[in-house]
């Protein structure tokens, strides 16, 4: 009798795990405390990884792990918007309320980058790729940041580089830094790629006001 319950409690445990796994597959899947090796045997290798505050962001399509000390302090699903286009020539979808960090810097060992996905939808992006050794890329930063977090529609998304040689150098083309580029609410690219300051602000003036 002891033998048939500890089995039927075994086989109800195993239900209620699996249903929480169809219900929310990605939360059922990792617990907080989880190590990084968790992460990947789950989910794979990461599209990018993020430094937000104290916190790396491991990010996948439709979620992101957020860790500390390298493990799992939690795990969020995300919803894109697109953006659409009407007659009148503002987006076709809902203003959605805007929860993204004004300022994320990605250092993921200058691999390519899906640069769609840092763009903050109905927002004015800033997308700034840097070098550490790069003494400009220094002077900028501080402005960049200040122009970010003084306008509440301007969001800063910085990319490392690592080396002339990375896979991002390739990908975009970059041939100098500070190399910054400025998207408007639609994800259009504002002028050319630029390192100068004052093309940045009139391009990122010019963006918000088409907001």
Not at 52 to 59: A, C, H, I, P, T
Request: charged share 25%; aromatic share 10%; with cysteine.
């Amino acid at each position: 009798m002891k033998v048939f319950k500890a089995r039927t409690l075994k086989s109800l445990a195993l239900f209620i795990a699996l249903l929480a796994f169809f219900v929310n597959p990605s939360r059922a899947a990792l617990e907080k405390g989880d190590s990084y090796d968790d992460v990947l045997m789950h989910f794979g290798k990461p599209q990018s990884e993020m430094i937000v505050g104290s916190f790396k962001v491991l990010v996948y399509d439709s979620l992101r792990v957020k860790m500390k000390d390298q493990t799992v302090f939690s795990v969020e699903n995300v919803k894109f918007y697109p953006t659409g286009s009407s007659d009148s020539g503002k987006g076709s979808h809902p203003s959605p309320k805007i929860h993204a960090s004004k300022v994320i810097e990605i250092r993921n060992d200058g691999i390519q980058e899906n640069i769609r996905k840092l763009i903050v939808p109905g927002k004015v992006t800033i997308i700034d790729f840097f070098a550490d050794w790069c003494g400009p890329c220094r002077t900028m930063d501080p402005k960049l940041k200040k122009l970010a977090i003084s306008h509440p529609d301007v969001y800063l998304r910085k990319v490392d580089i690592v080396n002339w040689q990375s896979p991002i150098v390739k990908q975009m083309g970059i041939t100098f830094v500070p190399n910054v580029a400025v998207y408007d609410g639609s994800g259009n690219l504002m002028g050319k790629p630029t390192s100068r300051y004052r093309d940045i602000a009139k391009h990122v003036g010019t963006a918000t006001q088409r907001l």
